[in-house]
């Protein structure tokens, strides 16, 4: 079953978007809203990783590893000034994005499988995703004008 493919691959998508969240946080102190946002969405997807241990462990059982190429680093660090902080949203954006759509796929497979419970995590856990995707096209709103336009 391929399904503990896509469960590992939003596993360790869901950790590293924790973590580029943090990053932003500690890369940008200069932005008032980035600490309290930024933490309170890290300890979301932190959340969201744990509440799919189970299922991992449950259908990773007897599957083969999956190739590594199957997994993409979409952010590797902050960069300074506002077009640092723009593009630094940008990539969160979209490593945000492939959660969403691997949550999309799981549901899928959950239903397919007939697992209730599973499907139960992809329903609460698909809707955090799309706050959090919302507040970043909202942040990058903001930020764009700065970045692009105003800062030298």
């Not at 190429?69 to 952010?75: D, G, T, V, W």
């Not at 492939?98 to 499907?119: F, H, M, N, P, Y």
Request: glycine share 8%; aromatic share 6%.
């Amino acid at each position: 079953m391929h399904l503990a493919h896509y469960l590992r691959l939003l596993h360790r998508s869901e950790n590293a978007l924790a973590e580029a969240f943090r990053e932003i946080r500690r890369g940008h102190p200069h932005e008032p809203d980035m600490y309290g946002v930024c933490e309170r969405l890290a300890v979301q997807c932190g959340e969201q990783a744990r509440r799919l241990e189970p299922f991992v462990r449950r259908y990773s059982a007897g599957a083969s590893e999956e190739p590594e190429r199957l997994h993409s680093a979409l952010f590797s660090g902050t960069r300074p000034g506002c077009l640092g902080l723009l593009r630094d949203l940008h990539d969160v954006y979209l490593l945000a994005t492939e959660c969403e759509i691997a949550w999309s796929i799981v549901a899928q497979g959950a239903q397919g499988a007939r697992d209730e419970e599973l499907l139960e995590v992809v329903r609460h856990c698909g809707g955090d995703t799309a706050v959090q995707l919302l507040w970043l096209r909202t942040r990058m709103r903001h930020a764009a004008p700065q970045a692009l336009v105003v800062a030298s």
